[in-house]
């Protein structure tokens, strides 16, 4: 068990629809990453909160969104779903931010859009 | 710009054999370099790490080395057992952020 804890594990919701994938970090960890996992991209980075302020972004869409709350969980916000997104989406936390630091991946939601 | 490569799978070897993952990157300062593992069903974990060259990473009778004259990170295993198949990636973090860039992953089967 990493400490990070991510819900629902499991999502299936129709084209057009938004849904919200929710992160609760390590316990002391204050960075939380998202990943994105698909079988043609990869593992991909989307976005990365640090104490509740957006950090750094790499290829993540308009469509998605993203924040981290005093509480230091995470919520990401997949809005005008298309199939194309269907995909496992990691949330990670680590502590420190430099690139020596070792990141604790939660199990991932698995999202289907049909 | 910064990216990971790794030789392609799947990997099928028998229990005992010798494996060997290859990685490569580009990036630019100095990276650390890392390996996890995806099991079946469950997240990534970190199975070892290098955070200069020359510097060997080691976990669970798996080794791998942070050569920076071939920019290469290659993941090995002297015996294999059917608990190690897993999905594996090679990753570098080379930004003050602390994210990954990632490999695509190479599956490793092994039989009995």
């Known amino acids: 068990d990493s400490g990070v804890t991510q819900t629902p594990k499991h999502l299936i919701t129709a084209t057009g629809q938004r849904v919200t994938l929710r992160c609760s970090p390590r316990s002391g960890d204050l960075s939380v990453y998202w990943y994105q996992q698909s079988l043609d991209q990869g593992l991909q980075f989307l976005i990365q909160?640090?104490?509740?302020?957006?950090?750094a972004k790499g290829n993540i869409l308009e469509r998605f969104s993203a924040q981290q709350f005093p509480d230091l969980h995470s919520e990401l916000n997949l809005s005008s779903l298309e199939l194309g997104d269907s995909a496992l989406y990691f949330c990670?936390?680590?502590?420190?931010?430099?690139?020596?630091?070792?990141?604790?991946f939660g199990q991932g939601t698995r999202l289907t859009v049909v | 710009g910064n990216s990971v490569t790794q030789m392609e799978g799947p990997v099928t070897l028998s229990e005992e054999a010798f494996l060997t993952i290859n990685c490569t990157y580009t990036a630019t300062g100095y990276p650390s370099l890392f390996w996890y593992v995806q099991y079946p069903g469950e997240g990534l974990q970190l199975l070892l790490k290098a955070t200069k060259a020359d510097d060997k990473g080691s976990n669970k009778g798996f080794e791998a080395t942070y050569r920076k004259e071939t920019t290469s990170f290659h993941l090995e295993k002297g015996s294999v057992q059917v608990s190690d198949s897993a999905v594996y990636f090679c990753?570098?973090?080379?930004?003050?952020?602390?994210?990954?860039?990632f490999g695509q992953g190479t599956t490793l089967q092994v039989k009995p």
């Open positions: 909160y640090y104490n509740g302020e957006e950090r």
């Open positions: 990753a570098h973090g080379s930004s003050n952020t602390g994210k990954l860039i």
């Open positions: 990670a936390s680590s502590v420190g931010t430099t690139r020596n630091t070792e990141a604790f």
